[in-house]
């Protein structure tokens, strides 16, 4: 299969939610208990394009949307500016081929062109598989919550990885989205990294 990664619309809202809809249901992926509405969804892809990025991994052969990842506000106070929260999700066809990894890539690397310094990322602890991919591409525990959240009939863990992406400045300058250029150059040599698989 070839893939090739591009900026999400609201008008991807259904074909996203398609990949998501089963680990809100069936997992404890993701902390929300139900499926939210395509009008929601389209909301919070709009919120994150205002101030951040959103982005899908596309099959070429279908132009079906089988992934996405995005990063938004970490924490609500100013100081927490420079750090941003991460999520991504795969349709379970496609994990494990390498599109995860070039998601990732692109989009810490649209998060550097923001002016991002720390990524951070909220794991289920009894998501093994997550926590590895994470430390296969740089981030470290840095704590966890016990029995903080309860879904599927039991309490669970959550565990914070994070990575810093960029060298810390003296006086860093605002967050700002990356310009359509870099965001053009980013995303095109991540396309090309999936067509050399």
Same mark, same amino acid.
């Given at each position: 299969?070839?893939?090739?990664?591009?900026?999400?619309?609201?008008?991807?809202?259904?074909?996203?939610?398609?990949?998501?809809?089963?680990?809100?249901?069936?997992?404890?992926?993701?902390?929300?208990?139900?499926?939210?509405?395509?009008?929601?969804?389209?909301?919070?892809?709009?919120?994150?394009?205002?101030?951040?990025?959103?982005?899908?991994?596309?099959?070429?052969?279908?132009?079906?949307?089988?992934?996405?990842?995005?990063?938004?506000?970490?924490?609500?106070?100013?100081?927490?500016?420079?750090?941003?929260?991460? *999520?991504?999700?795969?349709? *379970?066809?496609?994990?494990?081929?390498?599109?995860?990894?070039?998601?990732?890539?692109?989009?810490?690397?649209?998060?550097?062109?923001?002016?991002?310094?720390?990524?951070?990322?909220?794991?289920?602890?009894?998501?093994?598989? *997550?926590?590895?991919?994470?430390?296969?591409?740089?981030?470290?525990?840095?704590?966890?919550?016990?029995?903080?959240?309860?879904?599927?009939?039991?309490?669970?863990?959550?565990?914070?990885?994070?990575?810093?992406?960029?060298?810390?400045?003296?006086?860093?300058?605002?967050?700002?989205?990356? *310009?359509?250029?870099?965001?053009?150059?980013?995303?095109?040599?991540?396309?090309?990294?999936?067509?050399?698989?």
């Amino acid at each position: 299969m070839t893939y090739y990664i591009r900026t999400a619309t609201p008008a991807d809202a259904p074909a996203v939610l398609a990949v998501y809809a089963p680990f809100v249901e069936h997992t404890d992926v993701s902390f929300e208990i139900s499926v939210p509405s395509v009008e929601e969804y389209e909301a919070r892809i709009r919120q994150k394009l205002e101030h951040s990025t959103f982005l899908v991994a596309v099959d070429e052969a279908s132009s079906r949307v089988v992934g996405f990842a995005y990063n938004g506000s970490f924490r609500e106070r100013p100081a927490y500016d420079w750090a941003s929260e991460i *999520s991504i999700y795969l349709a *379970s066809e496609h994990q494990g081929c390498g599109l995860g990894s070039v998601l990732l890539d692109a989009l810490e690397e649209l998060m550097r062109a923001q002016g991002v310094v720390m990524s951070e990322a909220c794991i289920t602890s009894s998501n093994e598989a *997550s926590v590895a991919f994470h430390a296969k591409h740089g981030y470290t525990a840095c704590g966890e919550h016990h029995a903080c959240g309860y879904k599927l009939g039991r309490w669970l863990d959550v565990t914070w990885m994070e990575k810093q992406l960029a060298e810390l400045p003296a006086r860093p300058a605002p967050c700002h989205p990356a *310009s359509a250029a870099e965001t053009e150059r980013i995303l095109a040599a991540a396309s090309a990294r999936l067509h050399k698989k």
